[in-house]
């Protein structure tokens, strides 16, 4: 069994920065690529951004790129994602997930996922 667990969200103006966290437990995290995705009210869930086990590797939606940072320290079995420059259009949950098949765009290839952190950003 998989546990992840999300915090960081809040409100916050635009332009401003949140750093997400997402602690995992049950498994040895060190081998699994993570991911953030976000889900706005109305909208799909889409994919954020993702990293590889060791940290090497990053992948960032479009939308985000240049603003945002994932990160992880496997030592912590946590993940990050640093939001800076943040808009009105980034209000959703955030998720974090683990990735059974390195770092994916896909939410399909993810397997166990946190309950979420809202993050709404005002205008």
């Known amino acids: 069994q998989v546990q992840l667990v999300e915090s960081g969200g809040g409100l916050v103006q635009a332009g401003g920065s949140l750093r997400l966290s997402c602690a995992a437990s049950?498994?040895?995290?060190?081998?699994?690529?993570m991911g953030w995705f976000r889900q706005a009210p109305g909208k799909e869930r889409e994919f954020v951004a993702a990293?590889?086990?060791?940290?090497?590797?990053?992948y960032y939606a479009d939308s985000v790129k240049g603003r945002f940072t994932i990160s992880r320290d496997n030592a912590k079995n946590t993940v990050y994602l640093q939001m800076n420059s943040l808009k009105p259009e980034d209000t959703a949950v955030y998720y974090c997930?683990?990735?059974?098949?390195?770092?994916?765009?896909?939410?399909?290839?993810?397997?166990?996922w946190g309950q979420g952190t809202q993050v709404t950003v005002s205008s």
């Open positions: 997930a683990t990735s059974r098949y390195g770092t994916s765009w896909y939410d399909k290839d993810y397997d166990y």
């Open positions: 049950g498994r040895t995290f060190s081998r699994y690529a």
């Open positions: 990293i590889s086990w060791s940290g090497g590797n990053t």
